[in-house]
Nanobody
């Protein structure tokens, strides 16, 4: 499985961005996908995740009500709509995909999101 993120960039506080994660390869095996982020000097943290059918989602408390995770299985793409962005949302955002059967987690290369105050 290969994952490629897009849609990052620089935005002012209060603005919006939509990240995309395009998956290729054995996408039919993916059970769960998610978005993580890592700020400078910080540990990588979960932002949101979604099951293969999209029926179950989880969000970090810090983004609840502002971010929405979704996926389009026909396009093998996952999205993260980010609204009301804050400077503390500045980080490198990574998408991942988990295949339970073989116990493997795949990661994208990461994309920078910078929110200016």
């Amino acid at each position: 499985v290969q994952l490629v993120e897009s849609g990052g960039g620089l935005v002012q506080a209060g603005g919006s961005l939509r990240l995309s994660c395009a998956a290729s390869g054995s996408t039919f095996s993916i059970n769960r996908m998610g978005w993580y982020r890592q700020g400078s000097g910080e540990q990588r943290e979960l932002v949101a995740r979604i099951t293969s059918g999209g029926g179950s989602t989880n969000y970090a408390d810090s983004v609840k009500g502002r971010f929405t995770i979704s996926r389009d299985n026909a396009k093998n793409t996952m999205y993260l709509q980010m609204n009301s962005l804050k400077p503390e949302d500045t980080a490198v955002y990574y998408c991942n995909a988990v295949i339970y059967r073989i116990g493997v987690t795949y990661w994208g290369q990461g994309i920078q999101v910078t929110v200016s105050s």
